[in-house]
């Protein structure tokens, strides 16, 4: 009787367990069904993009974290979420143009095509930096509307999430004010956090550095540091020995402590400026997902500011 | 953490010094800053926070570049190539110029033209040819996209890409064999997109008129036109592995005015690292070939042919491709090419590479020969991507 009464006990508890976790389940369900399918190029504009939407949006990045935006491959399999996208959100600025124009086009989507209410360009309205006043492809990958890099600014994540909030309003109407107040706790914490890294660089500012990539004049300003010269000899361009000889003599004449590149570089050439001269070399984040500890548009920073803080001490 | 002080590559002083002494003061890139600061909207922003603790300053200007004229490319095709056998066995020429246009039209289409300005192996004379030209909807339902125009059918691998963008400098025997400089006609091609979130498959249909000349199939003088359905599919096995297998079936008239059916398959295998993936890489692709084609009533001509190569990136800038061809000609299939060819190339930019092939071939009808090139291509302009 007692075994009996304790399966039924256990039973009638696995009833009552089970139709919550069902109900749960159903609720998720049509809740995931309900929400806004976007597709973002990079996880920095995945990270944005899920802050201002919420539980309103289920957001998937072509790109990881750790690789080089400019050469994307051009997967086939991201047509599949692209092709039942609601809103597609792209860095601009041509940092896309090897793959996602392509994918663009072979999604079928009419919703997300450029011009179409469910295409945000994240770069609307951003001050853009190194703008050519002519293009010449000697000069390397030269990009014709200015430094792409731009989220490396978190005052620019402000403009994204504008635009991102612009777009998620314009095929999503009835959310706006779920939207709007996440834009203005995103803006809120960006300040606060900014007066945090500011706070914490002070210090440090008029750093000399080398950078492998010419991707970090955002970040180069916003924090006050100065890049001396970097590894490549022009933009693209791997470097030559040339251009190492040039790195070492300018990494001893201006005293430089630190040498800063991205997961995507080879590190053999800094790794021969660091032999000769002793220099530091460092591996930032230039993107969300880079390293593990970075889920978000915040701790990228906080990861970068950490990093360099402790190498330029 | 990723502080290194790695000792992986020493580099002598000696060396040092005449690099010291051969400096060359490369960093020239001119540019100049859109705006001292940061934009107007972030300027709002600014002002609707009410935090003023941002110091930005005057808004960018206006974009340039902006212009109604299509995207055009230029790709120059310089070639060197010699060969044991005949009496000219060395020889230099522009291969081939094309230039491509393309745009959307409007927002139910977008255009592309290719026009080639090539160089005729047989009369050595330069003419120009329509490569490809064709629209693309941009607005069908149910996941379709129709092409209209003249094209490279979707035939494998090899077919639908431009030669500039191949691994090697000349096709697979088997490839020229069936399809001479390929299979590219006028017609329609409606390509659908499956509903499976699996994996991606694509379904194509084509239905073409086919060329005055051409090895398999040919242009009919009554209303027979070339039917082409190709399936697609698309796996991805992990971040870095992918796998396509694709199959195609042909049916068209032929040069004795009857019809030559053709079954074709296509195995890709890549890896290609997401993080280093432009110092890395390796794709294995093969394709089989098929065929049986009626020259009378009561007789018709099988064949079989095959190539399978092997692209391995082996640095950045640097690549190796070696592939095996089996070629059966399509009119007698006792007469059996085979050929091996090895390629380096150097990729110096995304806009210009060279590539230098040796081959040796060998069928039982003569003796072993042997060829080899030497490709440089140079690209100006707008350059889309190739295909994965």
Known sequence: MIKMNSIKTKNSMKIKLMIPVALLAVSFTVAKAGTIKVVTTTTDLKSITELVGGNKVSVSSIATGFQNPHFVDPKPSYIISLSNADLFVTVGLDLETGWSPQLLSSSRNTKIQKGSAGYVDASEGVGLLQVPSSVNRGEGDIHIYGNPHYWLDPYNGKVIARNIADGLERIDPSNKTFYEDNLQTFFKKINEKMAEWQTRMAPYKGSKIIAYHNEWCYFERRFGLTIVDFMEPKPGIPPSPSQLVKVIKEVAADKIKVIISSPYFSTSSSDVVAKQTGVKELTLATSVNAFNPIKNYFDLFDYDIDQLITTLK | ?388
Request: proline share 3%; hydrophobic share 35%; with cysteine.
């Open chain 2, 1 to 388: 953490m990723v502080i290194k002080q790695k000792s992986k590559y020493s580099i002598r002083k000696t060396v040092l010094a005449i690099l010291l002494i051969c400096n060359i003061n490369s960093n020239a890139q001119v540019v100049s800053d859109s705006t001292a600061a940061d934009s107007a909207l972030l300027k709002q922003i600014e002002q609707q926070m009410l935090s003023g603790q941002s110091s930005q300053p005057a808004p960018s200007k206006a974009r340039s570049g902006i212009s109604s004229n299509p995207d055009i490319g230029v790709v120059g095709d310089f070639q060197g190539s010699y060969i044991s056998k005949g009496k000219k066995n060395v020889d230099a020429y522009l291969n081939e110029t094309e230039v491509s246009l393309q745009a959307v039209v409007d927002p139910y289409i977008r255009a592309d033209f290719f026009v080639s300005f090539g160089r005729d192996e047989v009369t050595k004379k330069y003419g120009v040819n329509i490569e490809e030209g064709y629209l693309t909807t941009l607005s069908l339902p149910y996941k379709l996209q129709l092409k209209a125009g003249k094209f490279k059918e979707a035939v494998g691998r090899i077919n639908p890409t431009h030669a500039h963008a191949l691994p090697f400098i000349d096709m697979p025997n088997a490839y020229v064999n069936y399809f001479g400089d390929g299979l590219n006609d006028e017609g329609l091609s409606l390509s659908w997109l499956l509903p499976n979130k699996k994996f991606y498959q694509e379904f194509i249909a084509q239905a073409t008129s086919g060329r005055e000349e051409s090895p398999t199939f040919m242009r009919s003088e009554n209303n027979r036109f070339i039917y082409l359905g190709h399936l697609k599919n698309f796996f991805t096995i992990n971040d870095n592995t992918t796998l396509e297998l694709g199959i195609t079936g042909i049916s068209g008239p032929n040069d004795s005015a009857r019809v030559t059916n053709m079954l074709t398959g296509d195995l890709t295998y890549k890896w290609k690292p997401v993080q280093m993936n432009t110092y890395k890489s390796l794709t294995w692709q093969s394709e089989f070939y098929y065929s049986n084609a009626a020259y009378t009533a009561t007789e018709s001509r099988s064949s079989i042919g095959l190539y399978s190569f092997v692209d391995y990136q082996i640095a950045k800038r640097w690549f190796l491709t070696g592939r095996y061809d089996y070629a059966q000609k399509p009119f007698n299939k006792k007469i059996i090419e085979q050929a091996y060819s090895l390629t380096a190339g150097w990729d110096a930019t995304e806009f210009s590479k060279i590539e230098v092939e040796a081959k040796t071939t060998d069928d039982n009808l003569q003796s072993r020969y042997y060829q080899a090139w030497l490709r440089w291509i140079f690209v100006i302009g707008a350059h889309g991507a190739h295909q994965y």
